[in-house]
């Protein structure tokens, strides 16, 4: 099992930026695929970013390519997301995943979830 905790969301105003962390505990982390989600009201959980075991590798959602960056420290078991030029629309509890195998956007192909942070942008 592996256990995910997410920190730094928050309230923020248009144009600024916010930086999430999240901290895995549990089985080898530098296995996993992690990856980024987001869930506004009302609506399904999007994906956000993905990055692969060694960081070599990184995908987005077309909603925040060139604003959002996914990146990871495997010696502290921790990936992030820094996010900049933030829209009202980014306005979401923020989730993230590990997957053992495999690449994508499918939230139904990560196997662990943390328990998400918030996200408020005020326009």
């Known amino acids: 099992q592996v256990q995910l905790v997410e920190s730094g969301g928050g309230l923020v105003q248009a144009g600024g930026s916010l930086r999430l962390s999240c901290a895995a505990s549990g089985r080898t982390f530098s296995a996993h695929v992690m990856g980024w989600f987001r869930q506004a009201p009302e609506r399904g959980r999007e994906f956000v970013a993905a990055?692969?075991?060694?960081?070599?590798?990184?995908y987005y959602a077309y909603s925040v390519k060139c604003r959002f960056t996914i990146s990871r420290d495997n010696a502290k078991s921790t990936v992030y997301l820094q996010m900049n030029s933030l829209k009202s629309e980014d306005t979401a509890v923020y989730y993230c995943?590990?997957?053992?195998?495999?690449?994508?956007?499918?939230?139904?192909?990560?196997?662990?979830w943390g328990q998400g942070t918030q996200v408020t942008v005020s326009s």
């Open positions: 990055i692969t075991q060694r960081g070599d590798n990184t």
């Open positions: 995943a590990g997957r053992t195998s495999g690449w994508g956007d499918d939230p139904n192909r990560y196997h662990y």
